[in-house]
Nanobody
Framework: QVQLVESGGGLVQAGGSLRLSCATS????????MGWFRQAPGKEREFLAC???????????YHADSVSGRFTISKDPAKNSVHLQMNSLKPEDTAVYYC?????????????????WGQGTQVTVSS
């Protein structure tokens, strides 16, 4: 079984930055896709970004148009974890942020593409 644990969420003022991390444990794969999603109250889960990891190294990345240029996904080269750097945060970025993983190399932008999910971390952006 794969466990995913998000960290790095919190309260930040508009215009600020946060870096979310997703650490994996348990059964791990050397080749997989990891993605970030968010869900605000009353809204559907929204794709943000994903990264293909091949033989432990980060490869192709995909970012949603809504966050492109502000959010960046990356693979930690030293650890089996993925980060989401979020800059120029806005109040509408307030949501619970989730990481997810699937043991395939695909452009996984749909929540149904993923087999494993973390518990989520709250991000609140104040105006």
């Amino acid at each position: 079984q794969v466990q995913l644990v998000e960290s790095g969420g919190g309260l930040v003022q508009a215009g600020g930055s946060l870096r979310l991390s997703c650490a994996t444990s348990g059964r791990t794969f050397s080749t997989y896709t990891m993605g970030w999603f968010r869900q605000a109250p009353g809204k559907e889960r929204e794709f943000l970004a994903c990264i293909n990891v091949i033989n432990w190294s980060g490869g192709s990345t995909y970012h949603a148009d809504s966050v492109s240029g502000r959010f960046t996904i990356s693979k930690d080269p030293a650890k089996n974890s993925v980060h989401l750097q979020m800059n120029s945060l806005k109040p509408e970025d307030t949501a619970v942020y989730y990481c997810a993983a699937v043991a395939q190399v695909i452009a996984a932008i749909d929540p149904n593409d993923y087999d494993y999910w973390g518990q989520g971390t709250q991000v609140t952006v104040s105006s």
